[in-house]
């Protein structure tokens, strides 16, 4: 079992930037895939960033290329989401969630933290 807390969301300017931090308690996180999730009101969960046990592969949406960065700090059993050059489009609730297998699929993942809100204002 692995239990997930989400931490770093809030109320930014178009612009501005936010760092979204996963926590991971129980059986280590080292194990597992590490992803981070989006769900906006109305709208399915879509993928954000999805990084391996190692750090080695990286996944990002087409949608946050560029301005999304995802790092794990295996020693400390966390995951990060550096989110810059935020847009209105990005305000949704950001899920992280742990995997098995490397997919950018939701249903590949059996861990999920409760989610934290990131509202981007324009």
């Known amino acids: 079992q692995v239990q997930l807390v989400e931490s770093g969301g809030g109320l930014v300017q178009a612009g501005g930037s936010l760092r979204l931090s996963c926590a991971a308690s129980g059986r280590t996180s080292i194990d597992y895939v590490m992803g981070w999730f989006r769900q906006a009101p109305g709208k399915e969960r879509e993928s954000v960033a999805i990084?391996?046990?190692?750090?080695?592969?990286?996944y990002y949406a087409d949608s946050v290329k560029g301005r999304f960065t995802i790092s794990r700090q295996n020693a400390k059993n966390t995951v990060a989401l550096q989110m810059n050059n935020l847009k209105p489009e990005d305000t949704a609730v950001y899920y992280c969630?742990?995997?098995?297998?490397?997919?950018?699929?939701?249903?590949?993942?059996?861990?999920w933290g409760q989610g934290t809100q990131v509202t981007v204002s324009s």
């Open positions: 990084i391996s046990a190692g750090g080695g592969t990286l």
């Open positions: 969630a742990a995997a098995e297998i490397f997919s950018p699929n939701s249903y590949a993942y059996d861990y």
